[in-house]
């Protein structure tokens, strides 16, 4: 029989699966699998769907957030990723989505509907200043940013650079073909990386494969 397994504060593993404990019980984001355990329900974050759980499924062991955190997730979409997190920081938590389509937002607006600890923006976020008026007095604890940009680490680079404090935490997902469609993978990925060493002390590069072709999650701290 399985069992519950905490990996980290929020995120537990469950017969080989990654899994956070549901905030909203009953209900399913995505299509996710759901799970009981000593009266609980837990959702299964299924590494395909997500860059944050395929990092996690390939030896990223911290996420450094935790019940009451605060969250700038660039690239919401329509909230795969963020339903886990928005269970992982919990009723005190807040998670600001930023997505530059309509269209996903639609759907984004809806989760934040039940989930209350979600704070949709529709905006692009190589603009960053354009936003701070729904950041103002909050203290962002981890950045993520998913977007399938070519200047993703410019993005990422923005952003902390007005939101993120001192020694909090990034994770920028890179997509190595958004970015050039010849040199390796792997030289993409580096020459990103290099791109936030000034301003980040880069902590791992974890390889996504076989989650996602040619994606790297870069796990850094800001110095
Ligand atoms: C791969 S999807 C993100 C999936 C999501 N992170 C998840 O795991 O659930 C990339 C998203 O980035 C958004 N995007 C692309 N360029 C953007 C920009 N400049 N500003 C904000 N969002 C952007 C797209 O609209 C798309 O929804």
New binding site residues.
């Given amino acids: 029989m399985s069992q519950v397994r905490q990996l980290m504060e929020g995120i537990y593993s469950i017969g080989g699966s990654i899994a956070t404990q549901n905030m909203v019980e009953g209900k399913q984001v995505y299509g996710e699998q759901l799970a009981h355990f000593d009266g609980k329900e837990y959702r299964l974050w299924n590494p395909n769907?997500?860059?944050?759980a395929a990092a996690i499924k390939n030896g990223l062991r911290e996420l450094h957030i935790g019940k009451g955190s605060r969250i700038l997730y660039?690239?919401?979409?329509?909230?795969?990723?963020?339903s886990h997190l928005s269970d992982v920081v919990r009723e005190k938590g807040t998670i600001f989505g930023?997505?530059?389509?309509a269209r996903?937002m639609r759907k984004f607006i809806y989760l934040c509907e039940q989930r209350k600890n979600l704070v949709p923006i529709l905006?692009?976020?190589?603009q960053p200043n354009l936003y701070k008026e729904y950041l103002s007095g909050f203290t962002i604890d981890a950045l993520f940013q998913?977007?399938?940009?070519k200047n993703q680490a410019e993005?990422f680079l923005k952003n902390a650079r007005i939101y993120l404090k001192r020694d909090a935490y990034g994770f920028l997902s890179l997509k190595a073909r958004s970015i050039n469609a010849t040199d390796p993978a792997e030289k993409i990925i580096n020459a990103e990386a290099k791109k936030l060493e000034n301003e980040f002390e880069i902590l791992e590069i974890i390889n996504l494969h076989p989650y996602e072709k040619e994606h790297a999650m870069i796990y850094c701290k800001k110095k």
Avoid: C, F, P, Y
């Fill in positions: 769907r997500s860059k944050v660039l690239g919401a979409a329509e909230g795969t990723t963020i930023v997505d530059i389509s996903s905006a692009d976020a190589s998913d977007v399938s940009q993005i």
